[in-house]
């Protein structure tokens, strides 16, 4: 079965700097990959996804990740963060196959934005 | 376009009673699946329906159920509530069969007493 693993429950980060979160896969055949957004008392909003294409994935508001098969990982960077930046984000997973809608999540990282 | 939408938003329930939530997808998305989230477990996948029948389904218990009808609306009803049944339930809806880009829904905030 698909896992995923997010390291870090929470990140605290200052207004201006460099925002990395972490998500390491475990899959021998690289699955699809997904970052979403959560803000308080809302549903899921996708930054970015990795189907296959280029390894390093732009999305929204400023976000991307790269791919790395070697190191399992699709780790979500944004070079300066915002005070809206901070949220819960959610690393997710799903095969590439009849099951592609069934994401498999992390557990999350609440990102805290601080002045 | 409108987003997906799910009613109600909130919901307080007590232990025993069944109940029956809503989800309306984005306009010409056939596929629809349902998740629980809780602070314990996270975001866990329940099942996912695409043209009135169930595809996908999680590891829960079969007091939980759904269906989907003609235009793609979904419900999804759980029996016998229990305390554990306190969650957030999101639902989610793709454009196409196989569709791995999923559009969540606000979620309804179901508080079982």
């Known amino acids: 079965a698909q896992s995923v693993t997010q390291l870090g429950s929470h990140v605290s980060v200052s207004e201006g700097a460099l925002v990395l979160l972490r998500c390491n896969y475990s899959?021998?055949?690289?699955?699809?990959l997904f970052w979403y957004v959560q803000y308080p008392n809302q549903g899921l909003q996708l930054l970015l996804k990795y189907t296959s294409a280029a390894t390093l994935v732009k999305g929204i508001n400023g976000f991307e990740a790269e791919f790395k098969k070697s190191e399992t990982s699709f780790h979500l960077t944004k070079p300066s963060a915002h005070m809206s930046d901070a949220a819960e984000y959610f690393c997710a997973v799903s095969d590439r196959d009849g099951t592609a809608s069934k994401l498999t999540f992390g557990t999350g990282t609440r990102l805290q934005v601080t002045l | 376009k409108a987003g997906v939408t799910q009613t109600p938003r909130y919901l307080i329930k007590t232990r025993g009673q069944q109940v029956t939530l809503s989800c309306s997808p984005i306009?010409?998305?056939?596929?629809v699946s349902w998740y629980q989230q809780t602070p314990g477990q996270g975001l866990q996948f329940l099942f996912e329906y695409f043209s009135e029948t169930q595809r996908n389904k999680g590891n829960f218990p079969g007091r939980f159920s759904g269906r989907q009808f003609s235009n793609s609306r979904s419900e999804m009803n759980v029996s016998t509530l229990e305390l554990g049944d306190s969650a957030l339930y999101l639902c989610?809806?793709?454009?196409?069969?196989?569709?791995?880009?999923?559009?969540f829904g606000p979620g309804t905030r179901l508080t079982v007493t």
């Open positions: 989610a809806s793709s454009l196409q069969d196989l569709s791995y880009e999923q559009y």
């Open positions: 306009s010409g998305h056939r596929s």
């Open positions: 899959s021998s055949v690289p699955p699809y």
